[in-house]
């Protein structure tokens, strides 16, 4: 089964979202901003990903450049600030049972399937 991690109040999220529909996909929302992911559970992510910890980091969000930018933080601190602060996770993620993206540029997708 496809999980989209989604926000609805994103552009890239919408279309994402909209990418799976179009083409005939099975999917199940998650609505990260509403069902936060545990550390655990983000941890499994990352690993499908296979990017560090600070690549799954939206660096454009006031809470980032306010408080985070330019700190040095371990990996399991990283985990427990997003886990805190979902806004920060970086979207559209889409995961398959092996594998996950993130989707911010759709393009990427053609080949993900």
């Not at 499994?44 to 985070?68: C, F, G, M, W």
Request: glycine share 2%; hydrophobic share 35%.
């Amino acid at each position: 089964m496809i999980k989209i991690y989604h926000n609805p109040r994103c552009r890239k999220s919408r279309a994402g979202l909209e990418y799976l529909k179009t083409n005939n996909k099975e999917f199940e929302i998650v609505e990260y901003l509403n069902q936060p992911l545990t550390v655990d559970e983000l941890s499994k992510l990352l690993k499908k990903l296979n990017v560090p910890v600070q690549d799954l980091v939206r660096k454009q969000e006031a809470y980032y450049k306010s408080d985070l930018k330019g700190k040095t933080f371990t990996e399991q601190q990283w985990l427990e600030i997003l886990v805190k602060n979902p806004k920060l996770i970086r979207r559209p993620i889409i995961e398959t049972e092996k594998k996950a993206i993130i989707a911010e540029d759709l393009s990427v997708l053609g080949n993900f399937f």
